[in-house]
């Protein structure tokens, strides 16, 4: 309970950060024009955009009048329904299936929070006990690796299940073959989950998603079904451009889930509800921290509450 509150806190503090806070629009007497102009302002600050925006304030004025409220307060806890079922639909966990090892790739731009996050996703799995098995195929990065070496061994604490890390020289330079090389070795060293880490930028004029596309192909050529779980890295603090990228990167690759991460530190949540509208890809965990530990399950409702409080 202690750790849900410090999650909700820290991302009520990032919230907050906002200019104005969705919060002030309700401190007046009554519900009239300017209190709507004011929830549209304060919404487009926060990056929820101009479709989930609109959405919200029709949502809401309806939901206000079948209430027949009056007072303020009342329409902010409405609007707190709004939200919520709004963002509901991207509640989903991440669950691990049958299949040995359960494949994940993980994508994402330079800077999203990638490598962070899969340590923090490989301690909660091994805390699971699930034996992990990182794959470093982020080859055109020349500390991809060793970042990935070091966040595994953090994840690795006594007591949970080893965690072996893959790590295919540079010289060797392709990340299909490292990712195909890491789904074998996985599945012969029984590894529940294969983790691949996958470059965020290329040196060259190589393009991105043909790239990653090619991953995804080879990776199915090493294990009937996967890749599995196909995972989206993404930075809450950069509003719209993370709807941008959740668009882009699930039209190459058909993402399975998302991670969005800096939530402790942004004014930009609103992307949250522009993604349940326009590309719901669920969430399966938001990051609000550097720490092992700062990875959440994402909750609407909770979301919604940390928002308006
Ligand atoms: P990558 O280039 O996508 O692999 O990004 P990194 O994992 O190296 O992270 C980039 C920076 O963002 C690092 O300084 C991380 O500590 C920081 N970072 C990652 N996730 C979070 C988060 O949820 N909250 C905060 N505040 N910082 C984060």
């Known amino acids: ?59 809401l004025k309806w939901r206000v009048k079948e209430a027949k409220a009056t007072d303020p307060a009342a329409v902010k806890g409405l609007l707190a329904d709004a ?115 996958t470059a965020g930028r290329l040196p060259t004029q190589l393009h991105l998603m043909e790239e990653l596309k090619k991953i995804k192909r080879v990776i199915g050529k090493a294990q009937d079904g996967a890749p599995h779980e196909v995972l989206l890295v993404v930075d809450g603090n950069t509003g719209q451009n993370a709807l941008q990228q959740v668009k882009a990167f699930d039209d190459a690759l058909q993402l399975t889930g998302l991670i969005i991460t800096k939530l402790d530190g942004t004014a930009k949540g609103g992307v949250l509800a522009a993604i349940a509208r326009e590309r719901p890809v669920p969430v399966y965990f938001v990051g609000v921290g550097e720490k092992l530990e700062d990875l959440q399950t994402f909750s609407a409702r909770e979301f919604a509450q940390a928002v308006l409080s």
């Open 83 to 197: 939200i919520t079922d709004l963002l509901a639909p991207l509640e989903k966990p991440l669950e691990i299936g049958e299949a040995t090892p359960t494949v994940m790739m993980v994508v994402g731009v330079n800077g999203a929070g990638k490598t962070t996050s899969i340590g923090k996703l490989t301690r909660h799995l091994a805390d699971g006990g699930q034996k992990v098995l990182l794959a470093a195929a982020d080859t055109f990065r020349a500390a991809a690796r060793e970042q990935l070496a070091v966040w595994a061994d953090r994840a690795d604490k006594p007591g949970a299940p080893a965690v072996a890390v893959e790590i295919v020289s540079q010289e060797s330079g392709d990340p299909s073959s490292v990712s195909f090389d890491a789904v074998v070795a996985g599945k012969s060293r029984g590894c529940d989950v294969v983790i691949a880490d």
């Open 1 to 59: 309970v202690a750790e849900r509150r410090t999650w909700l806190d820290k991302l009520r503090t990032g919230l907050r950060k906002t200019g104005s806070s969705i919060t002030q629009v309700f401190t007046g007497t009554q519900i009239d024009d300017a209190l709507y102009e004011d929830l549209e302002a304060a919404l487009l600050m926060a990056d929820a955009g101009v479709k989930a925006t609109e959405f919200l304030l029709k949502d």
